[in-house]
């Protein structure tokens, strides 16, 4: 069965307002506005902020290990995020050049690209409530101020105002 346009369109229209996501928020922290030349030299560097943080705020050794552990995780997707995107990117500019391309081809993409955009969306929530579960209360609000202080800084560069 071909995919509906309402369903295409409705996908193409998610994938374009993607800072509803909440994957979008942990992508702007590790890839915000940096002194960083590429993406993945600005996730690196978020990540080691990110894991600073975590080592000056979790006393434990062990849990502030794990925790990293699942950093560096959601390190990996938003690398993982960044591939995705060029590709459709990408892909969508190869369709759009060619003149006879169907329809189908479009959206055929469009849904390709909405269903791995789900996947790291899920793969995200799973991993940061897992780092929240690691914390205690008072740790989780020091490294959440600190998330919160990364995204106020580059939020307005991607269209997030601040509150």
């Known amino acids: 069965m071909t995919p509906s346009y309402d ?3 409705r996908a193409y229209r998610d994938a ?3 800072r509803e996501f909440a994957l ?3 992508i702007l922290l590790l890839v915000g506005c940096t002194k960083s030349h590429t993406p993945e030299e600005v996730v690196r560097e978020r990540t080691s902020e990110l894991r600073q943080t975590v080592n000056e705020v979790v006393v434990d050794a062990g849990r502030a290990r794990d925790i990293n552990l699942q950093i560096d995780r959601v390190a990996d997707l938003g690398k993982d995020y960044l591939r995705t995107n060029r590709a459709f990117a ?3 500019q190869k369709l759009n050049a060619d003149y006879v391309t169907p329809r189908q081809r479009f959206e ?4 390709r690209f909405e269903t791995e955009r789900k996947k790291i969306q899920a793969d995200f929530l799973r991993l940061h409530f897992d780092i929240v579960s690691l914390t205690t209360a008072s740790e989780w609000e020091k490294i959440a101020k600190s998330e919160i202080k990364a995204l106020e800084a580059v939020g307005p ?3 997030v105002e601040s509150r």
């Not at 055929?108 to 849904?111: G, P, T």
């Open 7 to 9: 369903h295409a369109e």
């Open 16 to 18: 374009l307002s993607q």
């Open 24 to 26: 979008v928020f942990i």
């Open 90 to 92: 990408d892909e969508l």
């Open 108 to 111: 055929e993409v469009l849904i």
């Open 157 to 159: 560069l991607y269209g």
